[in-house]
C-alpha cells in the first residue's frame, strides 16, 4: 500500500477544480481511459476478477476505439478485454439512458454469449475461453429480490445448486447499493471502483485517492482522458447522439399520444355518427308503421263506402 504522505498528484490534476465535465461512469470515458493506461485496465480487472494485480501478465482491450473512424451513431461494448491470454471479460455501464431491466438482461446475457463464443476454427472445445460479464448499473435488476451490492451469477443445478460450469458468469455492480457492499467487496476494491464511477468534483477525486493511494493512476487517467480533445470530442459526440435519441423517442412518443388522442375523438365521432344513423332509422320505421296504419284506417271508410281502394 503507497503511504499517503507521499502521494502527489500531477500539476494538472492538482490545480483542476469544479465539476468533472465527464465521468468516469461515461462509457466512452472509461473505454478510452482503459484503452489509455496499463496500470488502470490491470487494478481494473484485478479488483473485478479477484485477482492478486502483480500476478496479472496482460490485458489486452479486443475492442479498441479508433478515433480516426468512430461516430457517435456505433454501437459498442463499453469495453471487452482478454486476461492473460485465457479468461474474456465484458465491461458495460449503464447510467443514463432510462432503464429497462427485461432489456438489459437480454443484452448482456446476448453479449456474453458472444463473448464465450470464442472458439477459433480447427481448436478444440477444450480451448474455449471462459468468459465473464460485468454490468454497472445504478436500478436493480430484480426489485422484488433482497438488494445486493455485487451480484455474481452462475449455471446452477435447481436441486442442488452445483454449479455446471464455471466458464460462463454474469456480474453485477449496483451502485445504488453501496451501503450493502460485503467486507470481501471492500476488500477487493469494488467500492472505490464505484465510487470513482460517481465522483463529480475534481477536489471530491483528489480526497479519495487520498484515502486510497494505490489508486492514483486512475484518478490520473481519469484526467488525462478527460483533458483529451480526442477523447472528448467523442464522449460529446455520442453524448449528442443519446440525447438526440432520447428526443426523438419522447417526441415519437408525444406524437403516438396526440394521434391515439385524435383517432380516439374521431372513433367517438364516427360512433355517434353511427349511433345516430340508428336513431334516425329507427324513428323513421316507426313514422311508416303509424303511416301504414292510418292508410289501412282509410282503406277500410273506403271500403264502407262502396269505393274500390286500388282504383
Not at 157 to 183: E, G
Not at 230 to 252: F, G, P
Request: proline share 4%; hydrophobic share 35%; aromatic share 10%.
Amino acid at each position: 500500500m503507497t503511504d499517503q504522505s507521499t502521494v502527489t498528484f500531477s500539476p494538472g490534476l492538482q490545480n483542476a477544480t469544479g465539476k468533472i465535465p465527464y465521468l468516469l461512469s461515461n462509457d466512452i470515458i472509461f473505454h478510452c481511459a482503459a484503452q489509455q493506461s496499463e496500470e488502470f485496465l490491470n487494478r481494473l480487472i484485478s479488483d473485478f476478477s479477484g485477482i492478486p494485480i502483480e500476478q496479472i501478465k496482460s490485458v489486452k482491450v479486443l475492442n479498441p476505439i479508433d478515433y480516426r473512424t468512430y461516430t457517435a451513431k456505433e454501437i459498442i461494448l463499453d469495453l471487452k478485454v482478454e486476461l492473460d491470454d485465457h479468461h474474456i471479460y465484458n465491461f458495460e455501464i449503464q447510467l443514463r439512458l432510462a432503464f429497462n431491466s427485461k432489456w438489459w438482461i437480454n443484452r448482456s446475457l446476448l453479449y456474453l454469449c458472444r463473448s464465450y463464443d470464442n472458439l477459433k476454427s480447427g481448436n478444440d472445445y477444450e480451448d474455449i475461453l471462459p468468459a465473464t460479464q460485468i454490468s454497472i448499473v445504478k436500478e436493480d435488476f430484480f426489485p422484488d429480490e433482497p438488494p445486493e451490492f455485487f451480484a455474481e451469477y452462475m449455471f446452477l443445478n435447481t436441486r442442488t445448486h452445483a454449479p455446471y460450469t464455471s466458464h460462463f458468469k454474469m456480474n453485477v455492480l449496483y451502485l445504488n447499493h453501496i451501503d450493502l457492499a460485503t467486507q470481501e467487496d471492500i476488500d477487493k476494491g469494488l467500492v472505490i471502483w464505484a465510487k470513482l464511477f460517481q465522483t463529480d468534483t475534481w477536489e471530491e477525486l483528489r480526497r479519495l485517492i487520498l484515502e486510497h493511494p494505490d489508486y492514483k493512476e486512475v484518478a490520473e487517467t481519469m484526467f488525462y482522458v478527460d483533458a483529451d480533445t480526442s477523447a472528448r470530442s467523442i464522449a460529446e459526440a455520442h453524448e449528442k447522439y443519446l440525447h438526440d435519441v432520447a428526443s426523438i423517442k419522447a417526441q415519437a412518443r408525444r406524437e403516438g399520444l396526440a394521434e391515439g388522442r385524435a383517432e380516439g375523438l374521431a372513433e367517438g365521432h364516427k360512433e355517434g355518427h353511427n349511433e345516430g344513423l340508428k336513431e334516425g332509422y329507427q324513428k323513421a320505421q316507426n313514422e311508416l308503421k303509424e303511416a301504414d296504419i292510418k292508410i289501412e284506417k282509410l282503406r277500410q271508410k273506403l271500403i264502407a263506402a262502396g269505393i274500390s281502394p286500388d282504383e
